[in-house]
């Protein structure tokens, strides 16, 4: 089901986040998880080419991210929660690199929607640089959203369609979804 689609059917009770954390199938897989959210689509944004395949993002050449977009319901999460979920479950101090990803398109970003998510995404980075929270400086690109192409089909649900016959899903993202639902478990859907 779309974004569009979800957000014809919910009106008005639905708002938008679209952000870059590296790989979109660790992203999209985390995310689903939360009470609130209606929907992740892994996609593409950031970039100049437009309807931009994954084999052209993945040489770096079309400035895109690979990112997620979300649909959520702000009375059962807010932006603020969604940013503090994002800023756990990667390195946000990592320049165009997440684990064994290297590139632009696994930059971490957050492309906001409008003045309010901006301020939030700011101020949020700010305070993470002051507490000294991390040991470097977060280097996460905040960036007006522009446009969003969703990827290709068996991107996703990735994980849900490929967890018992691809390593990748065993190895890299089974545990990190399970640290997440361990710090997140009062957010998740299933409560």
């Not at 986040?17 to 009470?35: S, V």
């Not at 929907?39 to 080419?49: D, F, L, Q, R």
């Not at 309010?116 to 640089?129: D, G, I, P, S, V």
């Not at 929270?133 to 991107?155: L, R």
Request: proline residues 3%; aromatic residues 14%; charged residues 25%.
């Amino acid at each position: 089901m779309t974004s569009s689609l979800i957000n014809a059917q919910v009106g008005d009770k639905t708002d938008t986040a679209t952000f870059a954390t590296g790989c979109f199938w660790c992203t999209e897989a985390i995310f689903e998880e939360l009470n609130g959210v209606l929907s992740v689509t892994s996609g593409y944004t950031g970039g100049t080419v437009a309807n931009p395949t994954y084999k052209e993002v993945c040489t770096g050449e079309t400035g895109h991210a690979e990112c997620v977009q979300i649909v959520y319901e702000p009375n059962k999460i807010t932006f603020d929660e969604l940013l503090e979920v994002f800023f756990e479950v990667h390195d946000p101090t990592s320049l165009n690199r997440q684990g064994a990803d290297v590139g632009t398109q696994y930059r971490s970003a957050i492309f906001y929607h409008n003045d309010e998510q901006k301020q939030k995404a700011e101020y949020y980075k700010n305070e993470l640089n002051k507490s000294g929270a991390y040991d470097k400086g977060i280097v996460t690109e905040i960036a007006a959203f522009s446009k969003f192409y969703p990827a290709e089909d068996y991107h996703q649900e990735y994980y849900e369609n490929n967890k018992n016959s691809n390593p990748y899903c065993s190895v890299v993202i089974r545990p990190k979804l399970e640290k997440f639902q361990k710090v997140f478990a009062k957010k998740l859907k299933t409560n």
